[in-house]
């Protein structure tokens, strides 16, 4: 199974600044068939079921604030929240999606500084 | 509006088998696979499986390979996941879901709290 290793476990950042989270996969989740990368992007409050922000590694469902970013190909890919937002503070996840198993990233715990 | 609906929560003693059940209402529940999803305390996001509904074909993680048994009932919009031989770090909320459909949705059930304890 492909494994999904997401850095750093834990950030914080202040208010408004920049929050970056990493994720890497042990093999390509790139799709030759249509150019994309299986790979989405979740965000999880206490007490809540995950919700989807990102798919195909940079698309953004509808309804997430343009603060949210996705980039990367093949095994490295970076979920970007430009302006640290009070309701961002969450865990955030990536799942890929290419491997006929799925499987999550352990999780990064985005706080306030 | 398109949801998805679980059983409420389970107490089981070690050894014993669970089965969960994901009500799907608002959109054709043929139509996408159900994942199951689960989350034990504390801890990340671990997916254990999906079914398509429409042929009743399953893919099972290797982790719960031979444990799991994922079925449906399509009469009655009606996805089920059972575990057996119940271990103590089967102790988890589980969640079913409807996951990166063609529509642009994504679903999940509220989680079905697992508590396996002798």
């Known amino acids: 199974d492909i494994v999904m290793t997401q850095s750093p476990d834990s950030l914080a950042v202040p208010l408004g600044e920049r929050a970056t989270v990493n994720c890497k996969s042990s093999q390509s989740v790139f799709y030759n068939s249509n150019n994309k990368n299986s790979l989405a992007w979740y965000q999880q409050k206490p007490g809540q079921p995950p919700k989807m922000l990102i798919y195909w590694a940079s698309t953004r469902k509808s309804g997430v604030p343009d603060r949210f970013s996705g980039s990367g190909s093949g095994t490295d890919f970076t979920l970007t929240i430009s302006s640290l937002q009070a309701e961002d503070v969450a865990v955030y996840y990536c799942?890929?999606?290419?491997?006929?198993?799925?499987?999550f990233g352990q999780g990064t715990k985005v706080e306030i500084k | 509006q398109v949801q998805l609906v679980q059983s409420g929560a389970e107490v089981k003693k070690p050894g014993a088998s669970v089965k969960v059940s994901c009500k799907a209402s608002g959109y054709t529940f043929t139509d996408y696979y159900i994942h199951w999803v689960r989350q034990a305390p504390g801890q990340g996001l671990e997916w254990m499986g999906w079914?398509?509904?429409?042929?009743?074909?399953?893919n099972y993680a290797q982790n719960f390979q031979g444990r799991v048994a994922m079925t449906r009932d399509t009469s009655i919009s009606t996805a089920y996941m059972e575990l057996n031989r119940l271990r103590s770090d089967d102790t988890a909320v589980y969640f079913c879901?409807?996951?990166?459909?063609?529509?642009?949705?994504?679903?999940w059930g509220h989680g079905t709290t697992v508590t396996v304890s002798s």
């Open positions: 879901a409807s996951l990166l459909r063609a529509d642009g949705m994504d679903v």
């Open positions: 079914i398509n509904p429409n042929s009743g074909d399953t």
């Open positions: 799942l890929q999606y290419y491997g006929t198993h799925w499987t």
